[in-house]
């Protein structure tokens, strides 16, 4: 078999295991469960928690002592095994952990897949900048068709989404075991301190005024960058509860609706050399954050009926947030730093980004979702109100009773119903981007440098 082939296999399935539940745990913790939004925030900080050591870690065990192939199989059976075990957990508090050994066993192989891709085409004497690319598109086309899945076959609120990561993590498992030898290459060095080893190092960085301030706000917006892959299916979802738009195909296909972005994504890739020839990286990366300011602002006043067209264009808009940022935001770091430090300096900014950033923003949002904006309503009455039916309305009863609750003949409850207010929700998510973006093009000095334009006429190429 064409061994670029086989590494196309493997990126395709590395992000398949991922997605399968990625976007849709929410409505299995919400829906399903009934579990509470400050313990699902919890749930999101594990990818940053685990994303903070476990890279590093792995990336020492494969370079000493493990073959890169054999120790990401290894990984990824594991994190079979923590799929297979979630669906028995039937507390809030020990499927956090559960996910967290999950987390650290699957976020160090996305660099190990990397790390098997490069080598592999190296040995086979293959041009990596023109080889690897299309091979990692496959990865992008992976997740969609694991969110496709979950959503047709009816799972996205249901314990099988974790079945199906779980079967497809073992086969990727086994699988791995028979890619070619990647053996450890013994790069670093025995004379590097252990905390050199870790990339501790890097934060020497901070002593650098432009690129500590530019860490600080990749950190900032870092926590924003998660926040429609963890609660958009659910927002989505929950529109089920007004029963005008209780039919609605985007409640039934949520997840496909959503997998938008991840198309936008592979498309907004190409327009990023145009423009950051015409504007620079300083502005590109202004541009990916007004961005996420729209991809906010739409959701909130979007709807599945007459403002359905702001839900797509927040999807098509997120193509341009995440790439735009991640993609400039890696070049100001690799033409800013030395040949030295360059390695640590990116591994610091994936750090700040998917790690800090991305934990501060998982806990602080489930926080303040659940304290500010959930309701909680305990009779018919006010909730029949509140979505404006009649109380023996035949979609919020069925909604009621999916949810495990019924009406008393009093007209109460048989317990409260949690209703957020994803309007507002969407709404502080988007005033906080906004003051992070205008505080960013007001402070942030940068202008062009040789190494910027080497680097950007690179990537057009």
Not at 148 to 169: E, H, P
Not at 234 to 241: A, G, Q
Not at 294 to 308: I, M, T, V, W, Y
């Amino acid at each position: 078999m064409n061994v670029k082939f086989r590494l196309t296999i493997m990126s395709f399935m590395q992000f398949f295991v991922w997605a399968a539940w990625l976007i849709t745990i929410a409505n299995y913790w919400f829906g399903t469960k009934q579990w509470d939004g400050a313990n699902f925030g919890i749930i999101f900080s594990t990818m940053g928690i685990a994303s903070l050591f476990m890279p590093t870690l792995t990336g020492i065990l494969a370079d000493k002592w493990i073959n890169a192939e054999k120790l990401y199989a290894i990984l990824h059976i594991l994190y079979a095994a923590t799929m297979f075990y979630l669906p028995q957990v039937d507390d809030p508090h020990t499927f956090f952990w559960v996910i967290l050994v999950a987390m650290c066993f699957y976020m160090p192989t996305i660099a190990l897949s990397n790390s098997i891709s490069y080598t592999t085409l190296k040995n086979g004497n293959f041009d990596v900048v023109k080889n690897f690319p299309p091979i990692r598109v496959w990865g992008t086309v992976g997740f969609i068709v694991a969110m496709w899945i979950t959503n047709l076959t009816g799972n996205k609120a249901s314990a099988n989404q974790f079945y199906i990561a779980g079967v497809s993590a073992l086969f990727l498992g086994v699988y791995s075991f028979t890619l070619p030898a990647c053996k450890p290459l013994n790069l670093i060095s025995e004379k590097k301190t252990f905390a050199q080893k870790l990339g501790l190092e890097s934060f020497k960085l901070f002593a650098d005024y432009k690129m500590a301030l530019f860490f600080i706000f990749s950190m900032f917006l870092g926590a924003a960058l998660q926040l429609t892959n963890a609660y958009g299916d659910v927002f989505l979802d929950e529109f089920k509860l007004f029963p005008v738009f209780a039919e609605s195909f985007v409640i039934r296909y949520s997840t496909i609706i959503l997998s938008i972005s991840q198309i936008s994504e592979t498309l907004f890739i190409l327009a990023i050399p145009f423009f950051l020839k015409r504007f620079g990286i300083k502005w590109v990366i202004a541009i990916a954050m007004f961005a996420w300011v729209l991809r906010f602002a739409l959701f909130a006043f979007g709807d599945p009926s007459e403002n359905l067209w702001m839900i797509i264009t927040s999807c098509v808009v997120y193509g341009m947030a995440f790439d735009f940022f991640n993609i400039s935001g890696s070049l100001f770091v690799e033409t800013s730093t030395t040949p030295k430090t360059r390695s640590s300096a990116q591994g610091l900014f994936m750090m700040m980004t998917n790690g800090f950033g991305a934990v501060f923003g998982s806990l602080v949002s489930g926080w303040m979702i659940n304290k500010y904006f959930t309701t909680y309503y305990s009779n018919i009455s006010s909730l029949s109100k509140y979505v404006k039916s009649e109380e023996d309305n035949v979609h919020l009863l069925k909604f009621l009773k999916d949810k495990g609750i019924s009406v008393l003949q009093n007209g109460d409850l048989s317990r409260a119903l949690d209703v957020k207010d994803w309007h507002n929700i969407w709404l502080s998510f988007t005033i906080y981007v906004l003051v992070i973006a205008i505080v960013f093009v007001f402070i942030f000095k940068h202008k062009h440098t040789k190494a910027e334009e080497k680097a950007i006429e690179a990537i057009s190429h």
